[in-house]
């Protein structure tokens, strides 16, 4: 099994700034991708951003600008920096990640930390 463990959530009020962490560990033989994803009340879980092992990042258009990922794939972690938060970006962060469990497969599983809360205040 794999585990994913993130922190750095909180309150903040907008235009301020917030950093997100996450460690994998368990059952890992390499990552493809780590990233962030967001969930908002009565929305559906959106992307943030993603980072590949080659370094290549990807990011939600509402982010961009604002929000930088960052990460060392051969370390297992991976982090986020959000500034000039908004409310629109109070949500449960979730870290996610691509893993491979073994040398003899190609096949990456998906696997996400428990969600960590980021509330701006207007």
């Known amino acids: 099994q794999v585990q994913l463990v993130e922190s750095g959530g909180g309150l903040v009020q907008a235009g301020g700034s917030l950093r997100l962490s996450c460690v994998a560990s368990?059952?890992?033989?390499?990552?493809?991708?780590m990233g962030w994803y967001r969930q908002a009340p009565g929305k559906q879980r959106e992307l943030v951003a993603t980072i590949t092992s080659g370094g290549i990042t990807n990011y939600a258009d509402s982010v961009k600008g604002r929000f930088t990922i960052s990460g060392d794939i051969a370390k297992r972690t991976v982090s986020l920096q959000m500034n000039s938060l908004e409310p629109e970006d109070t949500a449960v962060y979730y870290c996610?990640?691509?893993?491979?469990?073994?040398?003899?497969?190609?096949?990456?599983?998906?696997?996400w930390g428990q969600g960590t809360q980021v509330t701006v205040s207007s």
């Open positions: 996610n990640a691509a893993v491979r469990e073994s040398g003899y497969t190609r096949v990456a599983n998906n696997y």
């Open positions: 368990g059952r890992i033989w390499s990552i493809n991708t």
